[in-house]
């Protein structure tokens, strides 16, 4: 089988639309009729797109404007970190998203607002789940943004689908249960083999990316790309090798192959398009080299445990609220109980001040 996948310029604002379209067009997509259809973008906190943490607004507003012109009624949602009722409406509004939305009429979807629809993977970590129902109940057009990771290496569509779709404490769950890198990825290819069915589209926002400690405290960094195909996976492979990656250092790639969810090998992927030019990443802190092993470059981490800057502190609680195994306590400021830690980051992720830093440790086994 081979998998296509669109790599178009955008390098500015007024080239996002037609570069939008063009990606489209070179994969030959079209949307199923009387189908409705969901935004799913990446909406972690309340940084912008330019900060390299969001889904450009700009790049939804021509999406929502795609589905317009072929007659249908877009609706757009997302679960961001540390989900709970309001918060993604508020991340919604501060990064500018929920402008976009309402300006071209399309429906705004509160995850969080509704109970969620609970599945039952056949995976191997994660046999119960709870997922946002509008995530069910319409065909998804996956949004995510190209990113480092400080517990995944780098994040595309894959994880922003699986984490975003999951509502309020499920995420931590997730963490708890995948408290190795390895583990993650495969918890997370277990979500992604029951949500894979109901995602028509990944539209990768590769215009500024993230590099260094990412998802959310990295550095921006502008490649000035759209990523377009209809395969998580095989998008996520051309992102991560855009970035000077090998895909198959990320662990959740390697599982998605073991497990025949996506393309086994870079060489079923066509890729059309503009030239995938290799913009190598920084990558971030937690990341101690790559060794080999069975053919494959695999990644070794530190177990890394976080500390916080009391100066950028704003003591809001989001990353106690997080905390899969409550090894966060603010009294006031974040203190942690290492012997809890279990270096899932998910603290570092949700934290929009940067205030948590993740210090080398010891290596991971």
């Not at 909406?43 to 912008?48: A, F, I, P, T, V």
């Not at 190795?180 to 495969?186: A, D, L, S, W, Y």
């Not at 589209?201 to 500024?208: G, H």
């Not at 990295?218 to 000035?224: I, L």
Request: charged fraction near 20%; hydrophobic fraction near 40%.
């Amino acid at each position: 089988m081979t998998y296509k996948v669109a790599v178009v310029n955008a390098s500015d604002g007024a080239a996002i639309a037609p570069a939008l379209y063009r990606g489209i067009s070179l994969i030959g997509w079209t949307p199923a009729p009387g189908r409705n259809y969901l935004l799913k973008p990446n909406m972690l906190n309340s940084k912008d797109s330019a900060s390299g943490v969001t889904t450009d607004p700009r790049l939804v507003k021509a999406a929502i404007a795609f589905l317009q012109d072929k007659g249908y009624l877009p609706r757009v949602g997302d679960s961001p970190g540390n989900a709970y009722p309001g918060k993604a409406k508020k991340v919604f509004k501060e990064s500018g998203m929920m402008e976009v939305v309402t300006s071209l009429g399309a429906i705004y979807v509160d995850f969080e607002d509704i109970s969620p629809e609970l599945i039952t993977p056949d995976g191997q970590l994660i046999d119960l789940v709870g997922i946002a129902k509008p995530i069910m109940q319409h065909r998804v057009i996956n949004m995510p943004k190209l990113k480092t990771h400080v517990q995944t290496l780098m994040t595309g569509s894959v994880k922003n689908i699986v984490m975003g779709s999951i509502q309020g404490s499920g995420k931590g769950a997730i963490h708890k249960v995948g408290n190795t890198p390895e583990r993650f990825g495969k918890a997370i290819m277990d979500v992604y083999s029951a949500l894979r069915p109901v995602i028509d589209l990944n539209i990768m926002d590769a215009i500024i990316c993230m590099e260094g400690n990412g998802p959310s405290s990295g550095s921006p960094k502008a490649v000035g790309r759209i990523l377009i195909g209809t395969d998580a996976v095989a998008v996520d492979m051309v992102a991560f090798r855009m970035a000077g990656v090998d895909p198959m250092r990320v662990p959740y790639i390697r599982e998605a192959v073991d497990r025949s969810l996506g393309p086994e090998s870079f060489n079923e992927i066509e890729v059309l398009g503009d030239a995938p030019t290799v913009t190598k990443f920084r990558l971030p802190s937690s990341i101690l080299s790559s060794v080999t092993l069975y053919g494959h470059s695999l990644v070794s981490h530190y177990k890394s445990p976080v500390s916080f800057t009391r100066s950028r502190c704003t003591r809001c609680g989001e990353c106690a609220g997080i905390c899969p195994t409550k090894a966060i306590l603010l009294s006031p400021y974040p203190e942690v109980e290492v012997s809890k830690c279990i270096a899932c980051y998910s603290c570092h992720e949700v934290c929009e001040h940067n205030a948590v830093k993740v210090r080398k440790g010891i290596i991971i086994k």
